[in-house]
């Protein structure tokens, strides 16, 4: 059984933002923090929410799903260089994400919902620019691993 | 009268005390050094929070912007935070 649609998804999408310009190393949900010193810039995806809204009386049913994506974008710098790399990460994902990515032999379009930011000081200064993009996609309900 | 003698709370390690030396404009002080681990960013990134301690005499106001060297490793002088009486401040430390 291949992976669930909305990995499927997920996986298309750290594809497509593999190798940008910022050399950022892209990760799925990470349990242990990276290294300020060595393993930045990088990206976190994930997914955060998926919210099925279809009304299908059929059976199986269609299942219309909302998948919330969530793109960190994590670096460190020094004085306010941080900022500024943080948009020009944020700037280049909006860019890789603008045209649909393919997940199982379909294409899926990303709707960019927002960022939010944060900083915190340190040896160095660390930052991260929170992307959320959501993503509309269909599947049998008995088959939860197959784009429709 | 309770006088402070500062020299001996400042004494280098290698004369048994707890201080390091430092490069601070061009001259070699003694500072109490820390550089704890910190988890910035909600636990995203992994990194040191270097703080060092020294005498409001040395480390005037102006200091901060100011680079301090630390076993090899430059420092920009953040934050002057005078402690207790104000004869020693608290630095916070960024890498250069």
């Keep these: 059984m291949a992976d669930h649609v909305r990995v499927l998804v997920r996986d298309a999408i750290m594809t497509r933002i593999t190798g940008l310009a910022s050399g950022a190393v892209v990760h799925k949900r990470r349990v242990y923090p990276l290294q300020a010193d060595t393993e930045l810039p990088a990206y976190h995806v994930h997914v955060e929410s998926d919210s099925n809204e279809s009304s299908d009386i059929h059976a199986p049913a269609l299942v219309e799903r909302m998948v919330e994506y969530h793109i960190e974008g994590v670096a460190a710098g020094v004085d306010d260089s941080i900022d500024d790399t943080l948009n020009a990460m944020g700037k280049e994902v909006e ?6 990515v393919t997940a199982g032999g379909k294409q ?41 | 009268m309770y006088s402070e003698d500062l020299a001996v709370f400042f004494t280098l390690k290698e004369n048994g005390g707890l201080a390091e030396p430092g490069v601070y404009d061009g001259a070699t002080v003694a500072v109490l050094f820390d550089a704890a681990y ?6 995203m990134v992994g990194n040191t929070e270097p703080a060092a301690t020294g005498m409001a005499s040395i480390f005037l106001v102006s200091a901060v912007g100011k680079t301090l060297a630390i076993d090899g490793v430059t420092y920009r002088i953040r934050t002057r935070e005078p402690q207790d009486d104000g004869a020693t401040v608290l630095m916070r430390l960024e890498k250069t």
């Design chain 1, 95 to 100: 860019a890789a994400l603008a045209t649909a």
């Design chain 2, 38 to 43: 910190l988890e910035q960013v909600d636990g």
């Design chain 1, 108 to 148: 899926v379009f990303l709707i960019y919902g927002g960022c939010t930011f944060d900083f915190e000081d340190g040896a160095k200064r660390a930052g991260v620019v929170d992307m959320v993009f959501r993503a509309l996609i269909f599947n049998s309900a008995n088959t939860p691993d197959v784009l429709s």
